[in-house]
């Protein structure tokens, strides 16, 4: 079994950046993509971003692509999202989730594990 907390989120100006943070207990995250969803209200969750076991593959939505980054440092179990540029529409309550699969993911499907979630707010 795998425990996920997120915490590093808040309320930021437009233009702004956060650190969101991951951090994984229970069993290692080594073997497992990772990857970051977000749910604004009244829409479904969508995908954020993924990084392999390594941490040697990435991949990002359309919409955040150049100003978000993931990241992981398996020794301390632990991913991270560095969020730049922030506009209001990524308002959201962003999600860290472990996958059944090594390779980076973008499908939700692949996600065995997920976190309680942490809250952004962007204001304009």
């Known amino acids: 079994q795998v425990q996920l907390v997120e915490s ?15 951090a994984a207990s229970g ?3 080594s073997s497992r993509a990772m990857g970051w969803f977000r749910q604004a209200p009244g829409k479904e969750r969508d995908f954020v971003a993924t990084i392999s076991w390594s941490g040697g ?9 150049g100003r978000f980054t ?7 179990n632990t ?3 560095q969020m730049n540029s922030l506009k ?18 973008g499908n939700q499907y692949d996600y065995k594990f997920w976190g309680q979630g942490t ?5 304009s």
Do not use: H, M
């Open 27 to 29: 069993r290692t995250l």
């Open 79 to 81: 991913v991270y999202l």
């Open 57 to 65: 593959s990435t991949d990002y939505a359309d919409s955040v692509k």
């Open 88 to 105: 209001p529409e990524d308002t959201a309550v962003y999600y860290c989730a472990a996958a059944r699969v090594v390779a980076r993911t």
């Open 8 to 22: 590093g989120g808040g309320l930021v100006q437009a233009g702004g950046s956060l650190r969101l943070s991951c």
């Open 119 to 123: 809250q952004v707010t962007v204001s």
């Open 70 to 76: 993931i990241s992981r440092d398996n020794a301390k």
